[in-house]
């Protein structure tokens, strides 16, 4: 599948499926799944098993950055490295439980109900606007959806990019 093809494919079940914006959808998928070259069982976004899941997971090694040099997992999830990027961030390699879906629209109904948690409910309100809601999950305030340094403007640029495809 094309890049193209997989932002039309997640965009269009996302505007069934989901209440956020489906282009921030289709342009957060890609992102995390390298436009649907590593999404683990239907798992476009990256989630972790988390303490709710009764589902399958798939064990992977993946990144991660937190602000202190010794967090720790719950095996089999372990963290296999960890280096400084700043004097407030670490780079951390580790095996981690990511959620596994039976289809594309269990994932997204899943996505959803993530961020409609009361954690990103200031990024809620913002959520038909693409850009600016991923400011807000973010952007420090309430609960942060990603850990990248870098993950605004990558996102911005996959945002724009797709935004050509569905024109």
């Given at each position: 599948?094309?890049?193209?093809?997989?932002?039309?494919?997640?965009?269009?079940?996302?505007?069934?499926?989901?209440?956020?914006?489906?282009?921030?959808?289709?342009?957060?998928?890609?992102?995390?799944?390298?436009?649907?070259?590593?999404?683990?069982?239907?798992?476009?976004?990256?989630?972790?098993?988390?303490?709710?899941?009764?589902?399958?997971?798939?064990?992977?090694?993946?990144?991660?950055?937190?602000?202190?040099?010794?967090?720790?997992?719950?095996?089999?999830?372990?963290?296999?490295?960890?280096?400084k990027v700043n004097e407030r961030l670490y780079k951390y390699k580790v095996y981690r439980h990511f959620r596994v879906y039976n289809s594309l629209e269990d994932c997204l109904r899943d996505h959803l109900a993530i961020l409609q948690k009361p954690h990103f409910s200031d990024a809620w309100p913002y959520r038909k606007d693409p850009i600016e809601f991923t400011k807000r999950l973010v952007d420090n305030v309430g609960g942060k959806y990603a850990t990248a340094t870098n993950y605004l403007p990558v996102m911005t640029s996959i945002i724009n990019k797709i935004s050509k495809y569905i024109e």
């Open positions: 599948m094309t890049n193209k093809e997989f932002a039309l494919w997640v965009y269009n079940a996302a505007k069934n499926v989901s209440d956020i914006d489906p282009l921030f959808v289709a342009a957060q998928a890609a992102l995390e799944s390298g436009w649907g070259k590593s999404g683990i069982g239907n798992n476009l976004f990256g989630i972790t098993k988390g303490s709710s899941w009764n589902g399958p997971v798939e064990l992977v090694l993946t990144t991660e950055y937190f602000s202190r040099p010794n967090i720790s997992f719950k095996l089999p999830e372990r963290v296999m490295s960890v280096s």
